[in-house]
T-cell receptor, first 120, second 112 residues
Framework: AQTVTQSQPEMSVQEAETVTLSCTYDTSESNYYLFWYKQPPSRQMILVIRQEAYKQQNATENRFSVNFQKAAKSFSLKISDSQLGDTAMYFCAFMTRRLGDTGTASKLTFGTGTRLQVTL | IAGITQAPTSQILAAGRRMTLRCTQDMRHNAMYWYRQDLGLGLRLIHYSNTAGTTGKGEVPDGYSVSRANTDDFPLTLASAVPSQTSVYFC???????????FGPGTRLTVL
């Protein structure tokens, strides 16, 4: 079974600083996808960044970047120039196999989340 | 562009009552999902649907049922609510396998 581990329940960072959130996963699959979702106090689940396992290049989206270490099964999220609006719960998620024999749906397994507080 | 809408936003329900949570997407996505979010457990898959007319069980399906009569709608029904079903429920959709799942705003359900 696939598992996703986020070992940092809570983190704090000052505005304009850089913070890294860690995520490790366990799988025997070779083809999969990794995601970071952000959940602010509004409760909405928002996609931050996505990484395909077959791509060696780390994904970036503006101030957000990942460090994807496939051999180590590690997928950390780096937030640069932190802003107050980055305060949220961050979930790492892992997607692999189809649900159903030939389905369009995919199994997405979530970690337990890291609560990030950005302070002045 | 609405994306995914869910109704109601929140609900307090007496144990034993029947409740249907509604979910509608306007992205013409093939796959739809229901998750529940509980403190310290992240999100867990309840049921999913690959396409209209088909549904499947996720990790925690007991006490829940779903239907997919058309592409856009994917209601989740609690036939007889119990307090352990108190949770935040998220509906999600994706175009096909491997694509990003997009989430609705969630429904907070409290069963007393």
């Amino acid at each position: 079974a696939q598992t996703v581990t986020q070992s940092q329940p809570e983190m704090s960072v000052q505005e304009a600083e850089t913070v890294t959130l860690s995520c490790t996963y366990d799988t025997s699959e070779s083809n999969y996808y990794l995601f970071w979702y952000k959940q602010p106090p509004s409760r909405q689940m928002i996609l931050v960044i996505r990484q395909e396992a077959y791509k060696q290049q780390n994904a970036t989206e503006n101030r957000f970047s990942v460090n994807f270490q496939k051999a180590a099964k590690s997928f950390s999220l780096k937030i640069s120039d932190s802003q107050l609006g980055d305060t949220a719960m961050y979930f790492c998620a892992f997607m692999t196999r189809r649900l159903g024999d030939t389905g369009t749906a995919s199994k997405l397994t979530f970690g337990t989340g890291t609560r990030l507080q950005v302070t002045l | 562009i609405a994306g995914i809408t869910q109704a109601p936003t929140s609900q307090i329900l007496a144990a034993g009552r029947r409740m249907t949570l509604r979910c509608t997407q306007d992205m013409r996505h093939n796959a739809m999902y229901w998750y529940r979010q509980d403190l310290g457990l992240g999100l867990r898959l309840i049921h999913y649907s690959n396409t209209a007319g088909t549904t499947g069980k996720g990790e925690v399906p007991d006490g829940y049922s779903v239907s997919r009569a058309n592409t856009d709608d994917f209601p989740l029904t609690l036939a007889s609510a119990v307090p352990s079903q108190t949770s935040v429920y998220f509906c999600a959709s994706s175009r096909t396998h491997g694509n990003t799942q997009y989430f609705g705003p969630g429904t907070r359900l409290t069963v007393l």
